[in-house]
């Protein structure tokens, strides 16, 4: 089964629910990223920053890769009507 089975009315139940769990999460997380100092944490400390920097270069490579993949080889129905062959 695939989201496009699942009647509108409850694929919009299933984003709503998201919706308020990611504002719950917030709401319990909030004071403690208020209460961080940043700056001092990430910027300034230069390991902290290598870090986040080699995370964010490999974020973005692993999203390339996957729209690269996505665009060029695209995943083929098998539960569909075969095309015809070309011999």
Excluded: C, H
């Amino acid at each position: 089964m695939v989201e496009s089975d699942l009647p509108p009315t409850l694929q919009y139940l299933l984003i709503a629910l998201q919706l308020v769990a990611v504002g719950v999460f917030l709401y319990f997380i909030w004071p403690q990223i208020k209460g961080e100092r940043w700056k001092a944490k990430f910027v300034e400390n230069k390991q902290a920053l290598s870090i986040l920097v080699v995370f964010v270069l490999i974020l973005l490579f692993v999203l390339g890769l996957s729209s690269f993949f996505d665009a060029f080889f695209p995943v083929e129905r098998i539960d569909g009507p075969k095309p015809p062959s070309i011999p």
